[in-house]
């Protein structure tokens, strides 16, 4: 994680480095990853997902739209 900590902007609370889940619906199916690292507001918990596991979590995406995946659930140490 880079140093773009600072204070949320929905809140003002404190950005911290922690994890978060990402989810998106697909429309023919649905991926969760789990303890995707990302700097959440500790007031709020609004997250922020840094450019580079951005990046890894859109290659997930396209490989269960190309996989026909329905539900795909995983840990992001399982993928990262």
Known sequence: MNDNQG???LCGGEKQPGATTFA???QSGVVVVRNVPAL???RCG???IEDEVA???E???TEARRKHTV???TQ???VA
Request: with cysteine.
């Open 7 to 9: 204070r949320c902007p």
């Open 24 to 26: 998106v619906d697909l």
């Open 40 to 42: 959440v507001c500790a």
């Open 46 to 48: 609004d997250a922020w």
């Open 55 to 57: 990046a890894r979590l």
């Open 59 to 61: 290659a997930i995406v």
């Open 71 to 73: 539900v795909e659930v």
């Open 76 to 78: 992001w140490q399982q």
